[in-house]
């Protein structure tokens, strides 16, 4: 079994800053990748960001410049920095691992961190 734990999410005013994390532990093989989605009211989960083992990144277009994907492998930990947030941000955002285990991989969720950006 995988699990997933987040933190970091909350309520935060237009402009500010707040950063996820997400440690995964438990049967863990190679993780790769390791990323944020998120799912606003009413849309579809999307993603946010990835970030492979040797650090290779990919973000949506909605949040370049402003969020900041990294990761401790030696942790087995992944971080979103998101600066600069904007309402359009408020969302449940879910990390999602990839586990590499006997040659098969499998992508586990966690259960979410609410995000709210807001005055």
């Known amino acids: 079994q995988v699990q997933l734990v987040e933190s970091g999410g909350g309520l935060v005013q237009p402009g500010g800053s707040l950063k996820l994390s997400c440690t995964a532990s438990?049967?863990?093989?190679?993780?790769?990748?390791m990323g944020w989605y998120r799912q606003a009211p009413g849309k579809q989960r999307e993603l946010v960001a990835t970030i492979t083992t040797v650090g290779s990144t990919n973000y949506a277009d909605s949040v370049k410049g402003r969020f900041t994907i990294s990761r401790d492998n030696a942790k087995n930990t992944v971080h979103l920095q998101m600066n600069s947030l904007m309402s359009e941000d408020t969302a449940v955002y879910y990390c999602?691992?990839?586990?590499?285990?006997?040659?098969?991989?499998?992508?586990?969720w966690g259960q979410g961190t609410q995000v709210t950006v807001s005055s």
């Open positions: 999602n691992v990839g586990i590499l285990r006997l040659g098969v991989r499998r992508y586990y």
């Open positions: 438990g049967s863990i093989g190679v993780i790769d990748p």
